[in-house]
């Protein structure tokens, strides 16, 4: 087991279909026209000597490293920038090319400490290494050169003085540091920010030895505006951009591949390892969905896993007033089994659930459904889904047959016309955001759809060409309007719509939307957007080539989101983009393995790969598999189950991974809920907020400690792989299963392949997975069977799923949360790109120095009205509850719409936010909630007595201080 090398051809490949042929070295190599010398010798197994080329930027020709000859030409181009051409012949080994490239050394040495055995790159320095391989033994001109090397210089009498040319080290980011003095000004951390993350932070500063990188204007990193997704640190070829543990640690000595635990767009690391120590997360390049690329959080946020709030022992108490007792595992499973034995003895087989954890395996996830299933014996199961997604399941089921995602995240590069409504990927899904900014700033047009001018809006070189900031509850009408532009003025894609789809359905469709009604200048007066955006828009992505939709939850979290999923649906029928390269429907789902929960049954109606509870042949397989009956009626979901503990019929909870608490809305009817229950069991990392209504803890375990697969937004299944040992004893899947052994259940699976297994042989989707299989394809997107045996990258492209696409009236019903003259702002809500959903992992790292409160943004002529300043405290208020927080005015929020996250426990923001949601899902409505803002001089009521039961709850005896 060593460290995984990648080769680096120096320059991205070419994607011509056309090949040609040319002699290297008296090699014969054949690839794709457009390919640069420098890479096709590299196909040819010859290596030639570079130093600002790398095939994750394009090509520049700066560093004169790579200089050949050519057959027939005169001089020495550099490899990198010239491509082959027919029966060219190259040699990258002569006498003149060694003295040059020797010659070319000498003058990056002579600037350049010579620390080597100290240095933290030492042993991973493309500078080192290149100098072996031109044979460099000597610098003529000194090793001072202009002398940018050392903080004091000696002159002619051997006094020292101040340097004016040397820089210190900027340490000001916390994960890396940016040392001046061995910076070879090889551009290439400047071309990773603007190529491939997007963010243009960086530049060149200064000429000839004078050049150094910089950051913004000469500022610090840390005050610039590098969004720390570490391309820089990855493309550095010497010492100049280190991360910080690599210095405190060394060379990491292995690796393994594995996923990322955060967002839906789910990427691959190595995960470079001392030991069990983890070193440093390093983005694959074969990762399918990342390309190598990353963000903040799961390139350097991983330092949760080792935290110190971490609780290791299972606890058990009797009351949620009591102070913690840890005890052995062996006594809480007893206990656990006791508890819920009881409680289905004395209130009934349906007064105990699930939840399970969309940040857990696919694995994990399949055994807490079928626990409940099979040994709760109820259907009393659901998952976080609940409140992000799962319109999205029931929305594109409708229409399409299938509740995911038609693409793959490659697809955007072939978009022509980019439309975003209800998300903001720059900041909740980075890396996908870079990938489309790039597409963007190559000539894709794009449409965003969102009450704020978020960052993917207004971003460098990649604006949005339409900006409809529709008020916050319109999704629909405004939609609607945009398929009422394409039916009235003939823009849809009558050839696809008769082959396709129900031709019926379609005519009653287009009479619907074609509606005075549905017109931009009836659904104006709604929605507040001017009609001639409307219609610009809608024109756009009607006739603007391949057109693709990404949506997030500004779609879903309505009472109308699915209706607006359905109408999302409908636009892309209309117009034909279905079924291939850069067109669909996609949904950005929020959390690491969200798809991956639900196509593993974690609905209360349905078993996994989205079969109805109801169908007996379905239930057949099961009922046979696991040697039990099950029930034919779907459980209830999350929302029911706490209205019937408030009512006294629903008693006992097992909650993995999820913070329900802080994560669901109208908190005080969750804690309501939590607190009417005899036994709350949470399996988690930390002692989360809804912890402290539990009455067990049973300690989970993080992505580096387990065997697993995670299932990402385009439906692609990716190994996790373990590279540490689990801090608690056990993975999630093995306390699970202890779990439910203790319950009578016969379980014996000895690794999590073997629950894939299971999965596989029962899931018609899932046939061909394997832990193998995804070895030998890497990662796989499902349908993947015998009748798509490679996966399916892209959906519905003969048919669709259902058979024919089905067009669905979207009638705008209007949101039952109103403003008034007590609540006349609307508050909306979303996350921000350094922090993660509830918190609970980044703000146990060093991504709290970017965000560590949550603000609320309010417009200036709505703070001027309030007589509130930036950054004083205010108070919110709904009718659901109050909190407060310190006030951002900006105009990135329209007047009458107020916005915040909800990352942090202190503010509690979901206090705010009521039990509307959407009609199909129950999906809450966290989107539009009617509220009052005014100054505060301390917080409400409602915190100060939340603050007070955190602190007890958090007591664990023979502890001095309290777990957080």
């Known amino acids: ?60 020709g700066s560093c004169r490293l790579c200089l050949v000859e050519i057959e027939g030409r005169t001089g020495t181009p550099s490899s990198c920038t010239t491509p082959v051409a027919p029966g060219m012949v190259v040699h990258t080994q002569t006498g003149r090319l060694k003295q040059l490239r020797k010659g070319v050394m000498e003058l990056y040495i002579s600037d350049h400490p010579l620390d080597c055995l100290t240095c933290a790159a030492n042993g991973d320095c493309e500078l080192q290494t290149q100098a072996g391989a ?39 980011n916390p994960y890396f540091t940016y040392d001046p003095s061995k910076c070879i000004v090889c551009s290439r951390c400047v071309r990773a920010c603007e190529e491939v993350q997007g963010t243009f932070a960086l530049t060149i500063e200064g000429r000839g030895f004078g050049s150094r990188v910089s950051p913004g204007m000469h500022q610090p990193f840390l005050d610039s505006e590098c969004v720390s997704c570490g391309a820089c640190v990855q493309a550095c070829p010497t ?32 995960a470079e390892m001392r030991g069990e120590e983890l070193v440093r997360m390093v983005p694959w390049k074969d990762g ?83 626990l409940v299933r099979a040994g709760f014996g109820n259907n009393n199961v659901d998952t976080c889904a609940r409140v992000c997604h799962s319109p999205t399941g029931y929305g594109l089921g409708q229409a399409f047959g299938t509740s995911a995602g038609t693409q793959d995240f490659d697809s955007v590069e072939d978009s022509d016309v980019i439309m975003v409504i209800g998300a903001n990927p720059s900041a909740a899904h980075p890396v996908f955001a870079s990938r489309m900014k790039k597409r963007i700033r190559k000539g894709a047009k794009l449409i965003v759809l969102d009450p704020r001018v978020t960052e993917t809006v207004d971003s460098v070189h990649a604006k949005a060409d339409w900006h409809l900031p529709l008020k916050p509850g319109t999704n629909v009408a405004v939609v609607t309007s945009l398929a009422h532009v394409i039916v009235t003025e003939g823009l849809f894609d009558e050839q696809f719509i008769r082959e396709r789809c129900e031709w019926d359905e379609f005519q009653d469709y287009a009479e619907f939307v074609s509606e005075a009604r549905n017109s931009p200048e009836e659904v104006e007066k709604l929605s507040g957007v001017p009609a001639d955006l409307i219609r610009g828009a ?14 997030g939850l500004g779609v879903t979290e309505h009472s109308q989101g699915s209706t607006t999923v359905m109408a999302i649906a409908n636009l892309a029928m209309l117009t034909g983009n279905i079924g291939r390269r850069g067109v669909g429907v996609n949904p950005l789902r929020g959390q690491n393995n969200v798809q991956g929960s639900c196509d593993m049954g974690s609905f209360p109606h349905e078993l996994p790969g989205y079969r109805h509870i109801s169908g007996d042949a379905v239930r057949d397989i099961y009922e046979s598999l696991w040697g039990v009956k099950l029930d034919n009626e779907p459980g209830l979901r999350i929302p029911n189950m706490l209205d019937a503990a408030v009512e006294g019929t629903f008693k006992g909870i097992y909650i993995q991974g999820e913070d329900i608490l802080q994560s669901d809305p109208d908190t005080k009817h969750v804690s309501a809920g939590l607190a009417a229950m005899e036994c709350v069991v949470v399996q988690d990392l930390f002692l989360n907020e809804t912890a402290n209504y539990a009455h067990v803890f049973l300690p989970g375990s993080t992505f580096l400690e387990k065997d697993g697969t995670f299932t990402n937004a385009e439906r692609r299944i990716n190994r996790v792989r373990k590279v540490m040992s689990p801090k608690n004893g056990y993975a999630d899947w093995e306390v699970t299963q202890l779990l439910a052994q203790a319950m009578g259940l016969d379980w014996n699976y000895t690794h999590p392949s073997q629950i894939m297994d299971e999965i596989a042989r029962t899931t018609p989707s899932f046939a061909l997975v394997s832990y193998d299989y995804l070895e030998k394809m890497g990662s796989v997107q499902w349908p993947c069977n015998e009748k798509a045996p490679k996966g399916t990258p892209i959906m519905h492209v003969e048919g669709f799923v259902r058979g024919k696409g089905k067009f669905i009236r979207t009638e705008y019903v209007a949101t039952d949360e109103r403003t008034g003259p007590r609540f006349p702002l609307l508050l909306t809500t979303g996350r921000i790109l350094s922090q993660y959903n509830v918190g609970a992992q980044t703000r146990r790292t060093a991504n709290v120095m970017w965000h560590d409160e949550d603000r609320l943004e309010i417009h200036p002529h709505d703070a001027e009205q309030r007589g509130i300043r930036d950054g004083d405290w205010v108070k919110l208020a709904s009718r659901a509850g109050e909190t407060t927080l310190r006030a951002q005015i900006t105009d990135r929020v329209a007047p009458g719409v107020i916005y915040t996250t909800f990352h942090h426990p202190d503010t509690q923001a979901n206090v705010i936010t009521t039990d509307y949601s959407d009609w199909a899902t129950n999906c809450p409505e966290y989107k539009v909630t009617a509220v009052q803002v005014s100054p505060s001089n301390g917080p409400s009521e409602w915190q100060r007595e939340y603050d007070e039961l955190a602190k007890r709850s958090r007591r664990i005896e023979g502890h001095l201080e309290a777990a957080e």
């Open 288 to 370: 399918k969905a990342n390309r190598g690329h990353s963000c903040v959080k799961g390139r350097f946020a991983y330092g949760y896993a080792t935290h110190k709030e971490r609780i290791l022992n299972p606890m058990i108490r009797e009351t949620i007033d009591q102070p913690w007792r840890e005890v052995s595992w062996d006594e809480a499973y007893k206990h656990v089994a006791s508890e819920f034995r009881r409680i289905q003895y004395q209130y009934g087989r349906a007064s105990i659930g699930g939840i399970t954890s969309s940040r857990c395996t696919n694995e994990e996830t399949y055994l807490v459904q079928k």
């Open 134 to 172: 031109v044979g460099l033994r000597d610098v003529r001109y000194g090793y001072e050169g202009d002398n940018h090397v050392f903080a004091k210089t000696r002159n002619a009498l051997s006094e020292s003085t101040a340097n004016a040319r040397w820089m210190p080290k900027d340490e000001s």
């Open 1 to 60: 087991m060593g460290l995984i090398h990648e080769i680096d051809y120096g320059t991205p490949a070419s994607k011509s279909e056309k090949m040609v042929t040319l002699t290297v070295d008296g090699f014969e190599v054949s690839v794709p026209e457009g390919t640069s010398i420098m890479r096709a010798s590299m196909d040819a197994g010859i290596e030639i000597p570079k130093l600002c080329a790398t095939d994750m930027v394009d090509a520049f």
């Open 538 to 551: 809608a024109r756009l992505y009607a006739t603007g080539g391949n057109g693709a939709i990404y949506y």
């Open 239 to 270: 010492a100049t951009l280190t991360e910080k543990s690599v210095i405190e640690i060394g060379q990491p000595e292995h690796s393994k591949v594995t996923t990322c635990a955060y967002c839906g767009v789910g990427c691959s690391f190595k």
